[in-house]
């Protein structure tokens, strides 16, 4: 992967504090490099080849939640037991090693992890195989339902060998407008937040309802916003009926992030996703939070979705990203009563459950969550501000923990502040037409949120 960095000036040292192991890195940027020097990046910075470091509120989209070397997951790597965990990837579905099950107990099913109310669990490899699983899971679960525990029939079975009914029902998975849910072929279907993604590749007939669009300050526009859940909710339920009645493509399931990522960092409120989890109920439908990129702590809980309240769990939570693989967990519900109905070769990799131990350990013993939320806080208020003295070039600011998000006044102005941004020594995100993204990692402290404020108030007077 090349990084282009552009010509930074300044300098950045990344201190013991951000996981340098010895030297610090303290650079003057004079040149412009492409490549990144892993080896040498450390904690909250990126290094490029030519020993420039920038403080990354990127980190890799969301994915790496200690930052770069982080020595608890080097420590972890360099164990001669797990090293041969490593060496010997097992195909997990058919020849799982001795240790397995009591490593997930240990690791993704502990207490603190797991989101409330879910059991169960899944591992995949990423975020795109994850959801798509997913859905087959949510198929598998709505056809039981019709069938009544009656046995496949001889029709079912010769049908859906050749894509035909009944045994390859016509059901769907209804999705939001902004969505981002990956770029697997059923996933593309539910994927609506750039046309690049979807072009000349054939996608279902599946429902797409509208995903509020709030306007900020969310206190100066609190009718405005109500509306939008309203007419929004209305559409999901209008959505339901006319795949039933018309189409005869019920909803199966409906996918939906806490926070449209890719899709603009679009929110909504608590009491839409509890609405919505009304409706979906009321039509014996599942409803399916991906949390690929909200999930691991960025804000300040393990899962987005807590924040809102349920009431009850949702049926499935998909994960990956800062989770290091892909996954889902699912009440008893979804588990398949056959075996071999979701497999694959892998079905996870026990060498990334090594990783994850060793960050949620991090996490446990720093309480990375607390400071995430606080240094969110943080950030929020000197981001609003700024937004008063700067309200031509940004605004909408908006975000939970430091998973926040502001808007430019076009997609040309957005461009050039992440470019201008690098020349100050900080390495930032897009999304959506015109929003600058900041997924920092969970170690990222006040100190680091004063140097991003610092560069974006010098970018912003050029």
């Known amino acids: 992967m090349l990084n282009r960095f552009g010509v930074v000036e300044g300098t950045h040292r990344a201190d013991s504090d951000d996981g340098d192991t010895g030297s610090s890195v303290a650079q003057h940027v004079t040149r412009i490099e492409r490549d990144t020097n892993y080896e040498r990046s450390a904690g909250n ?121 009944p045994g390859s ?24 937040s750039k046309y690049i993604h979807k072009l000349d590749i054939p996608a279902f007939d599946w429902p797409v309802a509208s995903f509020p669009g709030y306007k900020y300050p969310l206190e100066e526009n609190a009718r405005h916003n109500q509306q939008e859940d309203e007419c929004c909710l209305a559409e999901v339920e209008e959505l339901f009926e006319k795949y039933k009645k018309e189409k005869r493509t019920p909803v199966a399931g409906v996918i939906i992030e806490p926070i449209q990522a890719e899709g603009g960092d679009n929110h909504a409120s608590p009491e839409f996703f509890r609405q919505l989890q009304r409706i979906i109920r009321k039509n014996g439908a599942a409803l399916l939070i991906d949390e690929v990129q909200t999930g691991g702590g960025p804000t300040g809980k393990m899962w987005c979705h807590e924040h809102f309240e349920l009431d009850g769990p949702p049926d499935l939570v998909t994960f990956s990203k800062k989770m290091q693989l892909g996954g889902y967990y699912h009440t008893e519900a979804f588990r398949p009563k056959q075996s071999y109905r979701v497999f694959n070769t892998w079905m996870g990799d026990p060498s990334k459950v090594i990783l994850l131990e060793a960050i949620l350990d991090v996490i446990r013993k720093e309480d990375l969550l607390d400071r995430v939320t606080q240094v969110g806080g943080y950030l929020m208020k000197h981001l609003t501000d700024m937004q008063k003295e700067h309200s031509g070039a940004i605004s909408a600011v908006r975000g939970r923990g430091t998973f926040i998000a502001f808007n430019c006044a ?27 993204r900041l997924r920092p990692a969970l170690t990222f402290t006040q100190r680091h949120a004063d140097i991003f404020l610092d560069a974006l108030r010098a970018s912003l007077k050029e």
């Open 45 to 165: 910075y990126i290094m490029d080849v030519d020993g420039n470091a920038l403080l990354d509120v990127y980190m890799q989209i969301s994915s790496m939640p200690l930052g770069y070397n982080h020595p608890a997951m080097l420590e972890a790597l360099a164990d001669p037991v797990n090293q041969k965990i490593m060496a010997n990837r097992p195909a997990l579905g058919v020849f799982p090693g001795s240790q397995w099950a009591d490593k997930l107990n240990r690791v993704l099913l502990r207490s603190g992890v797991t989101p409330p109310g879910l059991s169960h669990l899944t591992t995949m490899m990423c975020g795109s195989c994850s959801n798509e699983n997913a859905f087959k899971n949510i198929f598998i679960w709505y056809a039981e339902k019709q069938r009544q525990g009656a046995p496949f029939t001889k029709k079912e079975i010769e049908s859906c060998m050749i894509n035909q009914t």
């Open 169 to 192: 029902p016509r059901f769907s998975i209804m999705s939001f407008k902004g969505a981002f849910h990956g770029r697997t072929l059923g996933t593309l279907s539910t994927t609506h």
């Open 410 to 436: 076009s997609p040309e102005t957005r461009d050039g502040l992440i470019k201008t941004l690098q020349t100050k020594g900080v390495q930032a995100g897009g999304c959506g037409q015109q929003s600058v």
